[in-house]
């Protein structure tokens, strides 16, 4: 299996191998600008974390799918400024950006092609990156609130 941007609940936004998303959904949660490094137009393919879990599941099931490269994405582009809206849209706020110089060695796009994995195990990803993202938020924003008490 070979995963693309994979996002979802949960993810640590102080990780050095957190995604983008995370990192700017806890910027933007704190009312702080974010950074895009280079023209925000570099591509990528957000998949979420609950196709991902079908994906692997399905291959589980598939004794054709053992050591087979099958890709786990939307076969969707999504720019990084896009990106940053979406996200803004999501939690109800206007994203600050501030652009910095691109990163050395930073690819400028990375799409998946979805179709091996639907006809190996008749599975496309399903998630919108919006419905994606606000199930994303509404976690992360359920997690910073902490436990509630009952009593």
Known sequence: MRFFNVYGPRQDPSSPYSGVISIFADRLGQGLPIEIFGDG??????????????????????????????????????????????????????????YRPGRTGDIRASLGDPAHALRMLGHAASTSLADGLALTMAATQTRRAGPHRHG
Do not use: W
Request: glycine content about 6%; charged content about 20%.
């Open 41 to 98: 137009e570099q591509t990528r393919d957000f998949v979420y974390v609950g196709d991902v879990v079908t994906f692997l599941l399905r291959a589980m099931m598939r004794e054709s799918a053992a050591g087979a490269v099958v890709n786990v994405c939307t076969g969707r582009a999504t720019s990084i400024n896009e990106l940053a809206r979406t996200i803004a849209h999501v939690l109800g706020s206007e994203p600050k950006i501030i």
